[in-house]
Every structure is written in C-alpha cells, then in structure tokens.
C-alpha cells in the first residue's frame, strides 16, 4: 500500500464505487456527509425506510419541519413524503460535483417509493413518478424493490427516462429477471426517442443477510462440514451474481443498448454491514472487490475498512467455480438457497413496511397527533 493511501482507497481505486448506507438532516446540516465525499472517497448515498424511520426518532433536526407542516395541517403521508424528499434533494446537491465530474455514473442519491406497494406496480409506477418530480435532481435514483410485481414498474419507469435503484434482490433468478426488466425499459426508452445516456441504474444484490440466514441452519446440522460452510453462502452467491452480469452484458441484446449509448446496471452490495461479530467487520467488502461495481456501506463499515480493511486486489473475477461449489455443498446438506432467499425476499419487504410504520409514528407524533 502506497504511503498515505488507506484500504478505503485501495477499494475505490480498484474501481468499487464507495457509498454511504445512510443519510439524515444530522449528517447534511454538520457536514459530515460533504466531509465524507471530500475525504472519505464516498460517491453516492442510499437510503432506505428504516435509515429514514431511525434519523426521525434522534435528535431534533426535523422539529422545525414538523412545525411547519403541523401548523400547515399536512397529513401524515404527505409530511414524510415532504421530510425525505427534502433530504435526498439536500444530499443529491451536495454529490452533485461528483455526478458532474463522472459524467453522471456516480453522485447518485436513492429514495425508496413506499415499501407498501412492493406488490402493486402500477401504484409503484405513480409513486415513482411523484418521487422524481418532487426532488427534482438528474441524480437520484428511486428504489424499487425487486418483487414479482416490481419488475414490471421497473421496466415502466425506466422506459419513461427515470433511473432506478433495484432493491432487495436475494436470488440469481431474480437478479436475471431484474437485468432483463432494465434492458426492457431502456429498449422501450430508446425506440420512444430518450437519450440513454442519462438513464442510470444499479441492482441492489444484498448480501449478509444471506449469511444470517444459512448460518443457524449449518449450526442446527452440527456436522464439521456444515460448520466448514459457515459464512460462505453470502459471498458466494453474490459472486455467482457477478458472473451473471457479466453474461449479460457480454450478450449481443446488451451491446445494442449500449451501442446507443445506454450506462450498464452496475451491481450494487448492499447489506454490507457484518451481523455476526465472529467475522472480520470488513468481510463483505474485502471479498467483494471487482471493478465497475457499488458497495454501500454503513458509517461503522466505511470506518473499518478505511482503518483496517483487508483489500487484496479483485477478488470476484473468475471465481465462480468455486462459488457454485459452495452452493453444491449446501444443497447437499439439505439447505436449497432459492428457499432461503425467497424467505428473505418477504423478511425484507416486511421489514421495510415495519420500519415505514415506525417513521409514520414518528412523524405523526412530531405533528402533535394529526393522522393520516
């Protein structure tokens, strides 16, 4: 490692575009988050129901603002639409150089349309819609999450000329419906006469919590095999979804698209905090180095591996193999991933919708009981 280059370097200049998992009025009024794009390599911001439902119930950065609406009579709903879309306009003006400078591949700041509708596309759509006209920035992305029922939505705001985050993605199936979801969209943006260049999109493929999933199940088996797999589905299974998107966009189907002038989906990890303390904190980042991809890391995971982070160059290119092995060894201890990520598909959903409840409650508490 070079003198004064730190691991967070190594990873950003091995081509892993460094965001942040997190985003509050604290962060934008201290200057934290201009502090961590200036000094910290970060280049893009996610945010999600529960990052939004924790910054409400801390501190008072959003009393004013609820004052205002309270006096003003706004509903529940229309308050922490008005409350989040202001952050993320707030956070997409402060990335904006960066989106200037990479030509609008990084600089990018995700809201996420009401978890609510994950099943309800075309309420998706709407949702989506009011999102992007409300914050009003060439820089933001709008989550969608990557239900059954998202993947036409997906397709639909894209081929309308909006960029989309993909969220909780979980299974190599899914992943494959979802590239080709975007590669629908920017079909139909291109042939009704959008540039495709400004269309940007990523695919929020996420990651520990697939560990935190298989993991009890090779406990409850018990065999020295079973714990010899511990913590190797999780990379494993995004590593096989690396070898997906290189198959795609390797494809004749792709390269027409971007022959006109179209971005790739870049995969995004997400979920990149560690939940088992018996891993090293900066595990899902280490083995996940590849250029041309996203990582999206809480504030505690970003500060690990700046300070201690185990960065050994690309450690995703031609690893699928092995990767696929791994899998094989767990289905032949009775545990089938598809089950275990069509489970944290609906955990995750739920969660989402949890937390929206949470944020609704806080709000509606900060209106001074006027409901929704």
Same mark, same amino acid.
């Given at each position: 490692?070079? !003198? %004064? *280059? ?39 911001? *996610? ?23 309270? #006096?003003?009579? $706004? ?15 707030? @956070? ?11 030509? %609008? ?20 759509? !709407? ?19 990557? $239900? ?34 975007? +590669? ?43 714990? @010899?797999?511990? %913590?190797? @589905? ?11 998107? #290189? ?13 006109a002038g179209a971005k790739p989906q870049r ?14 904190? $900066? ?15 809480? !504030? ?31 289905? %032949? ?9 069509? +489970? ?26 006027? *409901?929704?």
């Amino acid at each position: 490692m070079t !003198e %004064g *280059t730190t691991p967070l370097d190594q990873v950003a200049d091995a081509g892993v575009a460094v965001w942040l998992d997190d985003l509050s009025r604290e962060r934008l009024r201290t200057g934290n988050l201009q502090e961590l794009v200036d000094r910290h390599r970060v280049v893009g911001v *996610t945010t999600n129901p529960s990052i939004f439902a924790s910054a409400l119930s801390k501190g008072d950065a959003y009393d004013a603002q609820l004052r205002e609406l309270a #006096t003003a009579g $706004t509903d529940v709903d229309d308050a922490v639409f008005a409350i989040t879309t202001d952050d993320v306009r707030d @956070a997409a003006d402060v990335l904006r150089p960066v989106y200037d400078a990479t030509d %609008g591949v990084d600089g990018r700041v995700s809201i996420e349309v009401d978890p609510r509708l994950a099943h309800d596309a075309a309420a998706t759509v !709407e949702s989506a819609r009011a999102l992007w006209s409300t914050v009003d920035r060439p820089n933001v992305f709008i989550k969608i999450p990557a $239900t059954v029922e998202g993947l036409s939505a997906i397709a639909d705001v894209l081929a309308e000329g909006i960029s989309v985050n993909v969220t909780l993605i979980f299974s190599l199936d899914r992943y494959r419906a979802v590239l080709d979801a975007f +590669q629908s969209g920017l079909e139909r943006a291109r042939d009704a006469g959008h540039d495709l260049a400004p269309i940007a999109s990523v695919a929020s493929f996420f990651v520990s919590r697939v560990d935190a999933a298989v993991d009890p199940r090779l406990d409850e088996i018990g065999t020295d095999e079973a714990a @010899a797999l511990r %913590g190797a @589905a999780a990379i494993a299974n995004a590593r096989l979804a690396y070898g997906v998107y #290189t198959e795609v966009v390797a494809g004749d189907r792709w390269q027409a698209l971007a022959a006109a002038g179209a971005k790739p989906q870049r995969p995004l990890w997400a979920s990149t905090g560690v939940k088992d303390e018996a891993y090293p904190d $900066t595990r899902y980042v280490d083995e996940l180095v590849v250029a041309g991809v996203v990582n999206t890391m809480p !504030e505690a995971t970003l500060r690990a591996v700046e300070d201690h982070g185990d960065v050994r160059g690309d450690t995703v290119t031609d690893t699928q193999a092995a990767a696929q092995e791994v899998i094989d060894r767990l289905a %032949g201890l009775g545990i089938s991933l598809d089950e275990v990520t069509d +489970q944290l598909e609906r955990e995750g959903v739920e969660k989402f919708e949890s937390a929206w409840s949470d944020l609704l409650g806080t709000v509606r508490d900060g209106l001074g009981g006027v *409901t929704a």
